[in-house]
C-alpha cells in the first residue's frame, strides 16, 4: 500500500539558518510527488511538485525539493528561513494514474529569532 | 480572481443533528475532494468526484455524504452517524489527471456545541 512518511513532526530553527524537512514514501510504482504549505486556520498551498524530468525541484518562497528514486525521498529544503516561513509542511504522493492523493502526517517548522 | 470557496468559516452542531459544509470552485475544475484534518494525523481523504453525478468514497466515508449535482459545487453532510465530527473540513479541486496539483479552500471548523 501507498504510504508517506514525514520522519520530524516538529522541527525548531533559527532565523536564516538552512532547513531540511524529510520525506519517504513507499510505492510499487511510478509516482508524483508534491510539498504544501498550511498557515494558521488556512487551507493547504502549493510549495511544489515533482512530476518528471529535473529531480531537483524548485518552488515558491526559495524552496526547492530533491527526488531520490532509490531511496524514495523527497525532502524540502531552504538555505535561509525567516519568521514567516513558521507553518505546517506536507508531503504528498500519488501513484501514477491513480485519483487518490497520500499526504504525510505533517512537519511544524518553528522559526525562532 | 479563481479559487475554491468554503462556507461556514466556523460552524457547531449538536447531537444529533446533521450539518452540511458548502464548497463552490470557479477554476473549471472536474475533480473535487474532501479531507478531514485532525491534529498529528495530516489529512484523510473522506469522499472525492472526478465528475458531475458521480462519486467514490474515501478512507473515512462512514458518517459523512456528499453530492455532485454542479460542476462547481460539492458540499459535505456530516450526519448524526458521525460520532466523532470534531475537525477541521478542507475541500480541494484539481484538474482532471493523476499529475494535476489539488488546490485547497480555506476550511471550515466543526464543533460539537
Known amino acids: 500500500a501507498q504510504s508517506v512518511t514525514q520522519l520530524d513532526s516538529q522541527v525548531p530553527v533559527f532565523e536564516e539558518a538552512p532547513v531540511e524537512l524529510r520525506c519517504n514514501y513507499s510505492?510499487?510504482?511510478?509516482?508524483?510527488l508534491f510539498w504544501y504549505v498550511q498557515y494558521p486556520n488556512q487551507g493547504l498551498q502549493l510549495l511544489l511538485k515533482?512530476?518528471?524530468?529535473?529531480?531537483l525541484v524548485k518552488g515558491i518562497n526559495g524552496f526547492e525539493a530533491e527526488f531520490n528514486k532509490s531511496q524514495t525521498s523527497f525532502h524540502l529544503r531552504k538555505p535561509s528561513v525567516h519568521i514567516s516561513d513558521t507553518a505546517e509542511y506536507f508531503c504528498?504522493?500519488?501513484?501514477?494514474?491513480?485519483?487518490?492523493?497520500?499526504f504525510g502526517q505533517g512537519t511544524r517548522l518553528t522559526i525562532n529569532p | 480572481d479563481g479559487g475554491i470557496t468554503q462556507s461556514p468559516k466556523y460552524l457547531f452542531r449538536k447531537e444529533g443533528q446533521n450539518v452540511t459544509l458548502s464548497c463552490e470552485q470557479n477554476?473549471?475544475?472536474?475533480?473535487m475532494y474532501w479531507y478531514r484534518q485532525d491534529p498529528g494525523q495530516g489529512l484523510r481523504l473522506i469522499y472525492y468526484?472526478?465528475?458531475?453525478?458521480?462519486?467514490q468514497k474515501g478512507d473515512i466515508a462512514e458518517g459523512y455524504s456528499v453530492s455532485r449535482e454542479k460542476k462547481e459545487s460539492f458540499p459535505l453532510t456530516v450526519t448524526s452517524a458521525q460520532k466523532n465530527p470534531t475537525a477541521f473540513y478542507l475541500c480541494?479541486?484539481?484538474?482532471?489527471?493523476?499529475?494535476?496539483?489539488?488546490?485547497f479552500g480555506d476550511g471550515t471548523r466543526l464543533s460539537i456545541l
Open positions: 480541494a479541486s484539481s484538474m482532471t489527471g493523476s499529475n494535476q496539483p489539488q488546490h
Open positions: 510505492s510499487s510504482v511510478s509516482v508524483y
Open positions: 515533482y512530476l518528471s524530468g529535473s529531480t
Open positions: 504528498a504522493v500519488r501513484n501514477q494514474g491513480a485519483q487518490k492523493l497520500v
Open positions: 477554476l473549471n475544475h472536474d475533480a
Open positions: 468526484s472526478q465528475i458531475v453525478n458521480d462519486f
